[in-house]
Nanobody, 126 residues
């Protein structure tokens, strides 16, 4: 079992920003493809953004231009910076990782990932 700690969720008004973090051990951080997913009440979980071990990123159309993903190697942390937030971004956000792969054929599909964090809630009010 991979231990991951997510943080940074909260409540903001539309147009605001939030930064989510997902921290894991150095070994897993360097050996895994990583991604962020979200699930709103009554909806299926959807891929938001992913990064592979080459550093290539994939974004959902709904967040393109508003969200960025980065890695803080000194802290073994995956960062999701969310800007221009909309009420429809309200969801539980999950960090996900998969070992042993340099890249994924479908990086925004949850079946590609093996381990999941506990989630952090993001609420955007209008």
């Amino acid at each position: 079992q991979v231990h991951m700690v997510e943080s940074g969720g909260g409540s903001v008004q539309a147009g605001g920003s939030l930064r989510l973090s997902c921290t894991t051990s150095k070994y897993y951080y360097n050996a895994y493809c990583m991604g962020w997913f979200r699930q709103a009440p009554g909806k299926e979980r959807e891929g938001v953004v992913a990064i592979d071990r080459y550093g290539s990123t994939s974004f959902a159309d709904s967040v393109q231009g508003r969200f960025t993903i980065s890695k803080d190697s000194a802290k073994n942390t995956l960062i999701l910076q969310m800007s221009s937030l909309k009420p429809e971004d309200t969801a539980m956000y999950y960090c996900a990782v998969v070992p042993g792969r340099w890249a994924l054929s479908r990086p925004l599909e949850e079946n590609e990932y093996m381990y999941w964090g506990q989630g952090t809630q993001v609420t955007v009010s209008s």
